[in-house]
């Protein structure tokens, strides 16, 4: 992040223009200073300051200030890469859509918010300082940039260390900074006699540096804006796990989830490897180019060899990040490696659809022809080290028997934590799955990510279950381990639980809920929070409050409504689901509620055009095809209910609600 002046901006702002949606936007820069004229907040063309740019390397964002404090980030970026690489132009970061202002991903929109989204990682000391009263940030740093103290923390102990080093001998080590990133001090890496293996000198202790980067490149929740380097990273963050959407059913990456996930999979973290190992964190570049990089510990004569590879040598195909460490392009001009370092394995391609490494430039073939070629070439290769995606695949299918395999993967201590955790988080919700010994286990668990998991995991327990298990974890070292807790012991009898540890986490849970009040999930999140503690009242005003953040929030729509029907306030939940039609109208979720209303007063027959328009809007819910067609079924029209349940089963051939229903109704069908 930097100031706009003729070194740093990089974009053509020369009067150029750009087309886009039906708005073409304009560049422009006078007395020193550099504008755009574009759709503003009202969706009419203005003209706006440049502030800040932002990035260098392949592109550069612009920042302009709105009013409360906000610091937006344009649409449109200036692709830096060279000419010939396609460069050196102006383009739109959604290109294939038409976003209007209130669209929260329009620039003027929320999830554009610098002081949010961006400020925490690309400044230094960055205090968000968001006033929910007024609805507005006065957000300050202490470095514009990245600066020394974002990774070491608070420098003042450096500074007195320094001035006289023989006063402190013992800081020596550290220098006098809070937080030693030394895992690398006097290591080496050598191949193991038998395997060939690369093996650390010494084993890796502890994570420090690896947590110490993640703070930024790993996609997770801020917590709170209030801990240094000297805070654990789960005390300042909610590191988002191996979920749907964000990665592939076998890990991996698919969303913009920034390697720390994908890192934690890997055999080489298994194996005590550190992000310094191949990165400089000072100039942010790697070791040698290409390949030389990965035989400083890999065997060069092995793997470089055409009987690894099967590739002309001077192919892509030959290079260890082009099958190791295939790239996903993020940003329409940014391509960047998986780092989760997995054998290609084009053979899940074939049966789960995941992507393999080997159609990056076999494009043009099927993913059985790469699978072939690898088994001719590799007849007997080596176990892959990630053996999960089959187990979550089938799980998010619905197959009957995932739940067990995911369970399998959960209690399996050789995976990795984040893979376990990952096993654990799919398991919420299925109760019956959860074996009580493993969850007691697995509640004690070293790495947080884990017991956080299992907190979530059991939050669907009965109420003495959650209390026995989850109740220690209320005093928890992590923050994020005891939100999760909190939460899940939320609606848990007062009498169950130890009070003052019970107390610490709910105020914790409302600070950070608090903290993150400029976005709509967070007031919805500590809504449902007051409606499970018995506080209504608390819950309504935070429900309404989300919609004041964004009117289009359905989730607060919905849950508003479930507030409602909970208080016996039928016409009150019709309104606002009525409401929320109105705004998301494409919603399937707000069309099921509504019809669900409909039926609960006794209004079948309309309540069934809701019912079926959300199984047609959103056809990869199963729910809403099982209830239409129990509804179909009540209302008399057994066939169409049957014809609605084959329907579904063929996008759901696993649902086991589909199949037992689809199984009884065509029992009582005459032959």
Known sequence: MQLPNAATVLGDFADATF??????????????????????PDGRLTEFEIKYVFGLAPLQQYLVELPGGRLQALGIAWDARPEQAGGRRWFHLYPNERLRAGDPLHWTGRLQNWNFMCADCHSTNVRKNYDAAARAFRTTWSEI????????????????????????????????????????????????????????????????????????????GQL????????????????????????????????????????LQSRMYAAGMTCSDCHDPHTGKSGPPDDALCVQCHDGTKYQAAEHHFHHPDSPGARCAGCHMPTVTYMVVDPRHDHSFRTPRPDLSVKLGTPNACAGCHDDRPARWAADAIARHHPNPTPAFQTFGESFAALDRGAPSATAAAAAVAADASQPAIVRASAWQRLA?????????????????????????????????????????????????????????VHALADVPSGLLPAQPMARAVADFVKVMRFNADQPESLVSLGTFHARRGDPEAALDSFREALDVDPAWLPAYVNLADLHRARGDEPQVEKVLRQALGIAGSSGAAHHALGLALVRQGRRKEALQFLAEASRREPANPRFAFVYAVALHDAGEAAGAVR???????????????????????RERPR
């Open 19 to 40: 087309q886009h949606a039906g708005v073409t936007s304009r560049f422009t820069r006078r007395d020193g200073k550099y504008y755009v004229r574009t759709d503003g």
């Open 145 to 220: 940039s990245v600066g020394c103290e974002a990774c070491h923390g608070p420098g003042s102990g450096h500074l007195t260390w320094a001035a006289d080093p023989e006063a402190r001998p013992d800081r020596a080590n550290d220098k006098g900074f809070v937080l030693s990133l030394d895992e690398r001090r006097g290591v080496s890496w050598a191949r193991h006699l038998q395997t060939g293996r690369p093996v650390r000198s010494v084993p890796r202790a502890t994570t420090r540096e690896i947590d110490m980067c993640a703070r930024c490149h790993a996609r997770r």
């Open 224 to 263: 709170t804006d209030e801990v240094t380097a000297e805070n654990s990273l789960h005390d300042g963050f909610r590191v988002s796990l191996l979920e749907p959407g964000l990665y592939h059913p076998d890990g991996q990456m698919r969303d913009e989830v920034y390697n720390y996930g994908s890192f």
């Open 429 to 485: 919700g299925r109760a019956g799955a959860i074996d009580a010994i493993s969850a007691a286990a697995v509640t004690r668990d070293p790495s947080p990510l884990v017991r956080r998991a299992a907190a979530e995991a059991l939050s669907v327990a009965d109420p003495a279950t959650r209390a026995r298990l989850l109740a220690p974890l209320l005093s928890d070292p992590e923050l994020s381990v005891r939100l999760e807790v």
């Open 644 to 666: 609605e349940l084959r329907r579904a089963l063929a996008l759901h051939p696993d649902d086991p609600d589909l199949k037992a229903t689809l199984a009884a109704y065509a």
